[in-house]
């Protein structure tokens, strides 16, 4: 009600209150008058309050129209109708745009309640999972969502854990997804399921490519070795100093495959084999006899072996990352200089820890260490033969068994690689 209707309103309340005192005074019956105005102002009030009641029953109908305070009453009632039902549209609308947003979404997208129910799904994980609305809204999303090793994952998902999982296509070409948790409130997630088919099969292509050719070149590398060694033997004066340089290049090429190779069986496995207890006391012990092995005596060496703590994990991969960075360590320290091997059980987990007293790395080149064929500034890698591989390979294993390669290093006097493996891969 509006400044001038609340006057008006007061106006005709005091009018009609003189005129009762007026008729009361000419009547000579003060209380009768007053009395029987009462009771009509009451029974006024009952009236329109019995209409708002039926109004309310029944909102569709046309609101009742008054006089006097239940005027501005009704007038009130009506434009907070008004204000709802735009506001109602507006939702509406919003909530239609928010629905076509999420259905052209092409990723599958579902929305779970914090006791794992399904509040609501977009078009594209209907039409995945083969799920109905409203018919599978409340239910149990481990009970709608049948992938494999999915109920586990889903259990134990933190806000940001991934995994990838494969759907059962009946028949159909193969399907691999990737999932992913996000929480958006306390009692909310959504859970997204990303098809990464067409990216499996192009890396698929890319590591056969690299393996096929990788094989392709060995064999006549190893024909041009065979005869380069020959040439060495026999040490032509006048070349030499060429056939010396070409053997040199052609041992660095072989490397190179073998790592290449490394990392593609790595990169093959990384999701599909089986996991066992890995002895790593023992592994490590037969990486001390290679050690000793390469070293020939111009490094001071220590192992420090915690036995009895093993990982779960592939054994192959473990002994590939734990045998680069052993490696890594001796190629990268001068004669006299030491390497130390540490494998403990941490605060973090079990870790390795591999020490040298070496070249060292520029502290800018660090993060882009575990890149493929990336070799520093100092250009350490191309002095003692490196590939630039065997990094990317500790890579790949490390992420493979969820551990984090930490690295440590100051140039011209040493480095440091741990390998920190999570809790859950303990075995004693």
Not at 5 to 29: C, F, H, P, Q, Y
Not at 146 to 153: I, R, S
Request: aromatic share 8%.
């Amino acid at each position: 009600m509006s400044e001038q209707e609340r006057k008006g309103a007061a106006i005709k309340s005091l009018l009609a209150l003189t005129a009762i005192l007026i008729l009361a005074w000419v009547v000579d019956r003060p209380f009768e008058v007053l009395t029987a105005a009462l009771i009509i102002y009451a029974l006024w009030h009952a009236i329109n309050i019995v209409r708002l009641s039926r109004w309310l029953r029944h909102p569709e109908s046309a609101l009742p129209e008054s006089h006097g305070i239940w005027s501005g009453i009704f007038s009130r009632i009506v434009s907070i109708k008004k204000l709802s039902t735009s506001q109602e549209k507006q939702f509406s609308t919003l909530l239609k745009d928010f629905q076509a947003l999420a259905d052209a979404f092409p990723d599958s997208t579902l929305l779970v309640d914090n006791k794992g129910r399904i509040s609501w799904f977009n078009a594209a994980a209907k039409e995945l999972f083969d799920l109905k609305q409203p018919g599978h809204t409340g239910k149990p999303v481990t009970d709608m969502i049948l992938l494999e090793g999915f109920k586990d994952w889903f259990n134990a998902a933190g806000a940001k854990s991934q995994i990838e999982l494969k759907l059962d296509s009946r028949g159909k070409r193969e399907t691999w997804l990737e999932l992913s948790s996000v929480q958006i409130r306390d009692e909310q997630r959504l859970v997204i399921f990303r098809d990464i088919s067409e990216l499996r099969d192009v890396e698929r292509i890319r590591r056969d490519f690299v393996t096929n050719v990788s094989h392709e070149l060995r064999t006549p590398l190893t024909v041009m070795l065979g005869y380069l060694e020959l040439f060495l033997d026999q040490q032509p004066e006048d070349t030499g100093d060429a056939i010396q340089r070409m053997h040199a290049q052609a041992v660095q090429m072989q490397a190179m495959l073998d790592d290449f190779l490394e990392l593609s069986r790595i990169q093959s496995l990384e999701s599909d084999a089986e996991e066992e207890c890995v002895d790593v006391p023992a592994l490590l012990t037969q990486l001390k006899e290679q050690a000793e092995e390469i070293s020939r005596g111009q490094h001071e060496l220590k192992f420090d072996i915690q036995t009895g703590l093993n990982l779960s994990g592939i054994t192959s991969d473990v002994e590939s990352a734990f045998r680069n960075l052993i490696v890594n360590a001796l190629k990268y320290t001068p004669g006299g200089g030491a390497v130390t091997v540490r494998w403990f059980d941490s605060r973090e987990g079990p870790s390795l820890e591999v020490s040298d007293t070496g070249i060292g790395i520029p502290k800018r080149e660090i993060p882009r260490l575990t890149e493929r064929f990336y070799r520093t500034s100092s250009d350490r890698g191309r002095k003692t033969g490196g590939t630039g591989l065997g990094l990317a390979i500790v890579k790949h294993v490390l992420n493979a068994h969820q551990a984090q390669l930490m690295i440590e290093s100051e140039y011209g006097v040493g480095s440091k690689f741990s390998c920190i493996f999570p809790v859950e891969r303990k075995r004693v």
